[in-house]
C-alpha cells in the first residue's frame, strides 16, 4: 500500500512538473512576435544623410514649429548616432532607436541601440531606387557646410530623372539646392 502511495506521489510531481513547464513556455512565447522584438516608437525617424566611422547622420522628414516659442517655424529633427550597423547606407530613410540619452546640440549625439530599414516601393520604370537616387545627389553636394534635409524626391518616366530638393542651413541661413539625376 505504501509503494502505491509513493508511485501515485512520484506521478504526481512529475506530471506537476510537466503541465507548470507547459504553461511557462506559452507564457513566454505569448511575449514574443516572431523574432521581432516590440520597441515602441522610434527615437528618430529620416534619411541618413551621412555616415562616417560607424555613426551616421539621420535627418528628420517631418518639420517641427517652434515659432510660438520664438523657435524655428521649419525645425528638423538631427542625429548623429554612433554604433552604427555596416550594413545601413546613406540614402535610406530608416527609423532609429537610441541607447541611452541623446546629447542636446544640433544635430543630437546618441549611441544607436537598434536601426531598421524603412522599406520603400520600388518606382515603376526605374533603374535606382529612392536610396540610391538620394546617395548620388548627396556626392553632388558633399563640400556643402551644413545640414542638410530632403524637402523632396520625385521620379518623372518623362525625363527619366529624379528631381531632388534638399535644403541646407548654415548659420541661420537655409539655401534650397534643386538637383536632377539621371536614373541610369
Given at each position: 500500500m505504501n509503494r502505491i502511495i509513493r508511485r501515485f506521489l512520484v506521478m504526481k510531481k512529475?506530471s506537476l512538473f510537466f503541465i507548470v513547464t507547459l504553461l511557462l513556455s506559452l507564457v513566454?512565447?505569448?511575449?514574443?512576435?516572431?523574432?521581432?522584438?516590440?520597441?515602441?516608437?522610434?527615437?528618430?525617424?529620416?534619411?541618413?544623410?551621412?555616415?562616417?566611422?560607424?555613426?551616421?547622420?539621420?535627418?528628420?522628414?517631418?518639420?517641427?514649429?517652434?515659432?510660438?516659442?520664438?523657435?524655428?517655424?521649419?525645425?528638423?529633427?538631427?542625429?548623429?548616432?554612433?554604433?552604427?550597423?555596416?550594413?545601413?547606407?546613406v540614402g535610406q530613410q530608416v527609423e532609429v532607436w537610441v541607447d541611452g540619452g541623446v546629447?542636446?546640440?544640433?544635430?543630437?549625439?546618441?549611441?544607436?541601440?537598434?536601426?531598421?530599414?524603412?522599406?520603400?516601393?520600388?518606382?515603376?520604370?526605374?533603374?535606382?531606387?529612392?536610396?540610391?537616387?538620394?546617395?548620388?545627389?548627396?556626392?553632388?553636394?558633399?563640400?556643402?557646410?551644413?545640414?542638410?534635409?530632403?524637402?523632396?524626391?520625385?521620379?518623372?518616366?518623362?525625363?527619366?530623372?529624379?528631381?531632388?530638393?534638399?535644403?541646407?542651413?548654415?548659420?541661420?541661413?537655409?539655401?534650397?539646392?534643386?538637383?536632377?539625376?539621371?536614373?541610369?
Open positions: 512529475i513566454l512565447t505569448a511575449c514574443f512576435d516572431g523574432d521581432k522584438v516590440s520597441l515602441g516608437e522610434p527615437d528618430y525617424k529620416g534619411y541618413v544623410m551621412d555616415k562616417k566611422e560607424g555613426s551616421i547622420l539621420v535627418v528628420g522628414t517631418e518639420p517641427k514649429d517652434y515659432s510660438k516659442n520664438g523657435g524655428d517655424p521649419e525645425y528638423y529633427s538631427a542625429l548623429w548616432g554612433s554604433n552604427a550597423p555596416d550594413r545601413i547606407e546629447q542636446e546640440s544640433y544635430p543630437g549625439q546618441a549611441k544607436i541601440g537598434d536601426v531598421r530599414v524603412v522599406s520603400q516601393e520600388i518606382e515603376e520604370n526605374a533603374d535606382l531606387s529612392e536610396a540610391e537616387a538620394l546617395r548620388k545627389a548627396l556626392n553632388k553636394i558633399n563640400s556643402v557646410e551644413g545640414i542638410p534635409v530632403v524637402k523632396s524626391i520625385k521620379f518623372s518616366e518623362k525625363t527619366n530623372s529624379w528631381a531632388i530638393e534638399i535644403q541646407v542651413e548654415n548659420a541661420g541661413e537655409k539655401s534650397i539646392l534643386t538637383m536632377s539625376i539621371n536614373d541610369n
